[in-house]
Every structure is written in C-alpha cells, then in structure tokens.
C-alpha cells in the first residue's frame, strides 16, 4: 500500500549519493517556490525509517528552500527490499 505524507527532510536517509544538476535543483527551487511541489518523491519506509533512492533534484530544492518537510509517495518494504536498492 502506497500513501502520501508530508516527511521532515532530516527524517530521510539518501545512502546514495548523487550528482544534481544545479540548473535543475535552481529550476525546481523556483517552480516550488510558486507552486508548491507537483510531485513528491518516493521513499520506502523499513523499520520506521524512511529511505529515498530518486527525487534527488527535488529534495535538494526543498533543503535549499529551507522547507523542513518534503510530499513523499509511502511505500513500506521489508529489509530484504532496501538491500536490493542498495546492491
């Protein structure tokens, strides 16, 4: 089952760096700043702890922001799934 929510930022784990493209994250920083996010990241949630592995550009854009909290699409996953992600 898949939900949205509202995550405090500090709250998701990124365990894989990526390299953004500041004209992207500049680009998303104003669309936010107007609009609002249109799309929110996907995390999985294992353990109570919250995972994002895509949305780089846009939770990059939210911390420059200054937002404290990131829409993000919910899934819950066991242990065996984050590992998969992380191989």
């Given at each position: 089952?898949?939900?949205?929510?509202?995550?405090?930022?500090?709250?998701i784990r990124r365990p894989l760096p990526?390299?953004?493209?500041?004209?992207?994250?500049a680009a998303l920083m104003e669309?936010?700043?107007?609009e609002g996010l249109r799309e929110p990241i996907d995390v999985l949630e294992v353990d109570g702890q919250y995972y994002g592995f895509s949305g780089c550009h846009r939770f990059e854009a939210h911390q420059r922001l200054g937002k404290e909290t990131i829409k993000c699409r919910v899934?819950?996953?066991?242990?065996?799934?984050?590992?998969?992600?992380l191989a």
């Open positions: 089952m898949v939900e949205i929510r509202e995550i405090q930022l500090r709250q990526r390299e953004n493209d500041p004209d992207k994250v669309s936010i700043a107007k899934r819950r996953a066991p242990r065996s799934v984050l590992q998969r992600h």
